[in-house]
């Protein structure tokens, strides 16, 4: 982490890069099943090992521009993430 300052106050910035992780899979699967399987992210859990307690915002759902929360955990630390569906 790195501190930065505006003004008097201090602040700690996490730097995204240390959240940041690839994984690859081939699945058999049509691009459709695999696109209703990941934008699911109230079953984000299955494809991140940091993420929990996703929810969509009220009333969104598995569609593109559907808007939810979802809560973190890496090496200690917690942090809530607002996402899109793209």
Same mark, same amino acid.
């Given at each position: 982490? /790195?501190? @930065?300052? &505006?003004? %008097?106050?201090?602040?700690?910035?996490?730097a995204?890069?240390?959240?940041s992780?690839?994984? /690859? $899979?081939?699945?058999d699967?049509?691009? $459709?099943r695999?696109y209703? %399987?990941?934008?699911?992210?109230?079953? @984000?859990? /299955?494809?991140s090992? =940091? $993420?929990? =307690?996703? &929810?969509?915002d009220? =009333?969104?759902?598995?569609?593109?521009?559907?808007?939810?929360?979802?809560r973190?955990?890496?090496?200690? /630390?917690e942090?809530?993430?607002r996402?899109?569906?793209?």
């Amino acid at each position: 982490m /790195r501190a @930065i300052t &505006t003004g %008097l106050e201090p602040f700690e910035a996490l730097a995204a890069s240390e959240f940041s992780f690839t994984r /690859r $899979a081939w699945v058999d699967a049509t691009p $459709a099943r695999v696109y209703e %399987l990941v934008s699911d992210v109230s079953a @984000i859990s /299955r494809w991140s090992p =940091n $993420a929990s =307690n996703v &929810t969509y915002d009220h =009333n969104a759902g598995p569609s593109v521009g559907a808007w939810f929360s979802g809560r973190n955990r890496k090496d200690g /630390r917690e942090w809530t993430t607002r996402s899109q569906v793209v």
